[in-house]
């Protein structure tokens, strides 16, 4: 009995595998292209569109788009006014994104080295759950938290320590009335929202540290500081600064949390959806939109100049 | 004779697995000594107890003669080459070498000097600028040693330091570790499962079996008078005779060893098997043969005449080459 040295194609599948064999790059093309039209086309044209938006200017009288190039419009956005919108969402990002850090760094650590089978999936369930809850619902149950008459002035009262409260909305700018009015509680909650942005790409870039590395450390004669600066942190700061441009980024663009905690002061992401909506000053409200994208890039810019990406 | 480290009775338990069980060890300074046995047998645990990586259940551990049961890796005068070098990624070679003196707190010029120096001992001088990434595996083992070495350790630790390395490369990094540590006279402690490594490296060497030390001793005490059948089995191949087989043969009814390299083939003798396999190894080739439940393996030199599988033979040895061991 002979038995073929190539087998027949059972069908339609077997000759579509075969043609990729044969073709490697086309399986690669057809996989990519769905993406790259939506990368391409749809995302990076309607920034284009945006930065063209930004430099055409609004006729004053009749409110109308004139579509003409003009740097009329960024000259309006450099006004002492906006600085101060541009200076304070860009204060708030940095605050945030530093309090997301220092509050993600340890639960991050923790998963990432010793949380195992069971443990492991709570802490991705206790990330992840969040998530899964509305953001607004969210922001209005902090809001409800941090009011006067919320839980915090509550428990404060109950355990007498009012006068610690008292003491840190006394304190000058970022305290206020009360928390949920004060900057205080607008930084409460946009690291509460955020706060698994930063944690999961840190956990991911700590679980690549091998362990030998810690030791290799310790058994040099490091101290667990020095391990912490010379060795975790580098190499964990890929995953750092990828946190960090979700919070920071986040945070400049929201417009909804501003709105409901707070002080009523105007942030970027405020002044856009004002300038767009009730304005319809589109350009400005463009010129603005691209303040947040080119903060974006003198940091990354930075950071990586800071040799953040080494270890990549 | 100073003693480098001491094991006292040590356990290390994990839950109920006994990972080193009541071990006693005595590893004399200037010593290369290793710990010998298949994985999960306590050999690495025992080396993460001397590094402190690991903390006894029970027991005591010393160190030159001071008791190291309290002291933290980093305050210990030891140092390690890990299985997998364990190099910092995002420094290069010389900050890698330097970084033991760095976290003591040397000037940046004088530690660089000193690194240099460590480089240029493992033969990797003019590499300091380079990342880790961009060498070799032998190369990043040497700049592991180097590390390692940069803080004169009174012992030096080396976990499967060889393990990840091809066979010329292993070869050659034996003779070279060998002649560094002689060059030094830093007592080595090193880890391996690799019979051939411990054999020609080691002057001393332990068999650990299941947290278990089997038998100490050097190379040559333990190749050629195995004392239990594991240790007979686990170094060098070795013909493990039952103890009636070992009476037929002329000894006492006991278990014994007898190395292939020391039978051969014979027309007659008293005890015959049955041919089932022949392995070529170049220098010559292994004729198993099986006597009832025993296998024996017998070398025929090059060159000599082979049997056929199937065919009938008795073996062979000089009266010396039989090892009787006592207990199972």
Redesign the interface.
């Given at each position: 009995m002979s038995r073929p040295a190539i087998l027949p194609a059972r069908g339609f599948a077997d000759r579509l595998t075969g043609l990729f064999w044969r073709r490697p790059r086309l399986l690669l093309g057809l996989m990519l292209t769905p993406p790259l039209l939506w990368l391409g086309v749809v995302y990076l044209g309607s920034l284009a569109a945006l930065l063209l938006q930004s430099f055409y200017s609004i006729d004053e009288f009749s409110g109308m788009v004139v579509p003409e190039f003009t740097l009329k419009t960024y000259a309006e956005l450099l006004r002492p006014a906006n600085y101060d919108v541009i200076f304070r969402t860009l204060l708030m990002s940095a605050a945030v994104t530093l309090g997301c850090a220092v509050l993600a760094f340890p639960i991050a650590y923790y998963a990432a080295r010793f949380a195992r089978g069971r443990w492991k999936a709570v802490f991705y369930l206790g990330v992840m759950l969040p998530l899964w809850s509305s953001y607004l619902v969210k922001v209005y149950a902090w809001k409800l938290i941090l009011a006067k008459e919320g839980i915090i002035t509550w428990a404060a009262e109950a355990t007498h320590t009012s006068g610690i409260l008292n003491a840190v909305l006394a304190l000058p700018v970022i305290g206020g009335n009360s928390l949920s009015t004060s900057y205080i509680g607008m930084f409460l909650v946009f690291t509460y929202v955020w706060l698994p942005y930063m944690i999961l790409p840190m956990q991911a870039a700590l679980e690549r540290v091998?362990t030998?590395?810690l030791?290799?450390?310790?058994?040099?004669?490091?101290?667990r500081a020095?391990t912490f600066r010379?060795?975790i942190l580098?190499?964990a700061l890929p995953g750092v600064i990828a946190g960090s441009i979700f919070t920071f980024s986040l945070t400049m663009g929201d417009y909804i949390i501003p709105q409901i905690v707070g002080n009523s002061a105007n942030f970027i992401g405020m002044a856009v959806y004002q300038l767009q909506g009730t304005a319809g000053n589109i350009p400005l409200a463009a010129a603005f939109a691209v303040v947040p994208i080119l903060i974006m890039l003198v940091y990354l810019t930075l950071a990586k100049r800071a040799?953040a990406f080494?270890?990549l | 004779m100073t003693v480098a480290v001491e094991f006292q009775s040590v356990s290390r338990h994990f839950g109920p697995v006994k990972a080193v069980d009541s071990v006693d060890l005595t590893i004399a300074e200037g010593a290369f000594f290793a710990m010998l046995g298949p994985s999960g047998s306590g050999k690495t645990t025992c080396l993460r107890l001397i590094s402190g990586f690991e903390q006894p259940s029970g027991g005591s551990i010393r160190i030159f003669g001071e008791d190291v049961s309290r002291t933290p890796p980093h305050l210990r005068n030891v140092n390690t080459v890990f299985q997998d070098y364990a190099l910092f990624p995002h420094m290069n070679v010389r900050d890698n070498v330097a970084y033991g003196l760095m976290v003591k707190g040397m000037a940046k010029a004088a530690r660089h000097a000193r690194a240099e120096e460590m480089l240029a001992l493992v033969k990797l001088d003019r590499y300091g600028d380079r990342k880790p990434g961009q060498l070799s595996g032998g190369q990043r083992q040497r700049v592991a040693l180097a590390r390692a070495l940069v803080n004169e350790p009174r012992v030096l630790l080396l976990d499967e330091p060889l393990g990840a390395l091809d066979l010329k490369l292993r070869e050659a990094m034996q003779d070279e570790l060998k002649a560094l540590q002689q060059r030094l006279g830093i007592t080595f402690v090193f880890v391996t499962h690799d019979q051939h490594e411990a054999l020609s490296m080691a002057d001393s060497l332990a068999v650990f079996n299941e947290g278990r030390i089997t038998q100490i001793g050097t190379p040559a005490e333990v190749y050629d008078r195995p004392a239990t059948r594991f240790v007979a089995d686990f170094v060098g191949s070795s013909n493990v005779l039952p103890p009636e087989m070992t009476r037929a043969l002329g000894g006492p009814a006991q278990w014994a060893s007898l190395r292939p390299e020391n039978t051969r083939l014979a027309e007659t003798g008293p005890v015959t098997g049955t041919v089932t396999a022949l392995r070529y190894l170049g220098s010559g080739t292994r004729v198993i043969l099986r006597a009832g439940e025993t296998e024996i393996a017998a070398l025929v030199p090059a060159g000599q005449p082979l049997p056929e599988p199937g065919a009938t033979s008795a073996f062979a040895f000089a009266p010396d080459a039989l090892h009787v061991m006592g207990g199972a």
């Amino acid at each position: 009995m002979s038995r073929p040295a190539i087998l027949p194609a059972r069908g339609f599948a077997d000759r579509l595998t075969g043609l990729f064999w044969r073709r490697p790059r086309l399986l690669l093309g057809l996989m990519l292209t769905p993406p790259l039209l939506w990368l391409g086309v749809v995302y990076l044209g309607s920034l284009a569109a945006l930065l063209l938006q930004s430099f055409y200017s609004i006729d004053e009288f009749s409110g109308m788009v004139v579509p003409e190039f003009t740097l009329k419009t960024y000259a309006e956005l450099l006004r002492p006014a906006n600085y101060d919108v541009i200076f304070r969402t860009l204060l708030m990002s940095a605050a945030v994104t530093l309090g997301c850090a220092v509050l993600a760094f340890p639960i991050a650590y923790y998963a990432a080295r010793f949380a195992r089978g069971r443990w492991k999936a709570v802490f991705y369930l206790g990330v992840m759950l969040p998530l899964w809850s509305s953001y607004l619902v969210k922001v209005y149950a902090w809001k409800l938290i941090l009011a006067k008459e919320g839980i915090i002035t509550w428990a404060a009262e109950a355990t007498h320590t009012s006068g610690i409260l008292n003491a840190v909305l006394a304190l000058p700018v970022i305290g206020g009335n009360s928390l949920s009015t004060s900057y205080i509680g607008m930084f409460l909650v946009f690291t509460y929202v955020w706060l698994p942005y930063m944690i999961l790409p840190m956990q991911a870039a700590l679980e690549r540290v091998p362990t030998s590395m810690l030791e290799a450390s310790q058994d040099l004669g490091a101290t667990r500081a020095q391990t912490f600066r010379t060795v975790i942190l580098p190499l964990a700061l890929p995953g750092v600064i990828a946190g960090s441009i979700f919070t920071f980024s986040l945070t400049m663009g929201d417009y909804i949390i501003p709105q409901i905690v707070g002080n009523s002061a105007n942030f970027i992401g405020m002044a856009v959806y004002q300038l767009q909506g009730t304005a319809g000053n589109i350009p400005l409200a463009a010129a603005f939109a691209v303040v947040p994208i080119l903060i974006m890039l003198v940091y990354l810019t930075l950071a990586k100049r800071a040799g953040a990406f080494d270890a990549l | 004779m100073t003693v480098a480290v001491e094991f006292q009775s040590v356990s290390r338990h994990f839950g109920p697995v006994k990972a080193v069980d009541s071990v006693d060890l005595t590893i004399a300074e200037g010593a290369f000594f290793a710990m010998l046995g298949p994985s999960g047998s306590g050999k690495t645990t025992c080396l993460r107890l001397i590094s402190g990586f690991e903390q006894p259940s029970g027991g005591s551990i010393r160190i030159f003669g001071e008791d190291v049961s309290r002291t933290p890796p980093h305050l210990r005068n030891v140092n390690t080459v890990f299985q997998d070098y364990a190099l910092f990624p995002h420094m290069n070679v010389r900050d890698n070498v330097a970084y033991g003196l760095m976290v003591k707190g040397m000037a940046k010029a004088a530690r660089h000097a000193r690194a240099e120096e460590m480089l240029a001992l493992v033969k990797l001088d003019r590499y300091g600028d380079r990342k880790p990434g961009q060498l070799s595996g032998g190369q990043r083992q040497r700049v592991a040693l180097a590390r390692a070495l940069v803080n004169e350790p009174r012992v030096l630790l080396l976990d499967e330091p060889l393990g990840a390395l091809d066979l010329k490369l292993r070869e050659a990094m034996q003779d070279e570790l060998k002649a560094l540590q002689q060059r030094l006279g830093i007592t080595f402690v090193f880890v391996t499962h690799d019979q051939h490594e411990a054999l020609s490296m080691a002057d001393s060497l332990a068999v650990f079996n299941e947290g278990r030390i089997t038998q100490i001793g050097t190379p040559a005490e333990v190749y050629d008078r195995p004392a239990t059948r594991f240790v007979a089995d686990f170094v060098g191949s070795s013909n493990v005779l039952p103890p009636e087989m070992t009476r037929a043969l002329g000894g006492p009814a006991q278990w014994a060893s007898l190395r292939p390299e020391n039978t051969r083939l014979a027309e007659t003798g008293p005890v015959t098997g049955t041919v089932t396999a022949l392995r070529y190894l170049g220098s010559g080739t292994r004729v198993i043969l099986r006597a009832g439940e025993t296998e024996i393996a017998a070398l025929v030199p090059a060159g000599q005449p082979l049997p056929e599988p199937g065919a009938t033979s008795a073996f062979a040895f000089a009266p010396d080459a039989l090892h009787v061991m006592g207990g199972a």
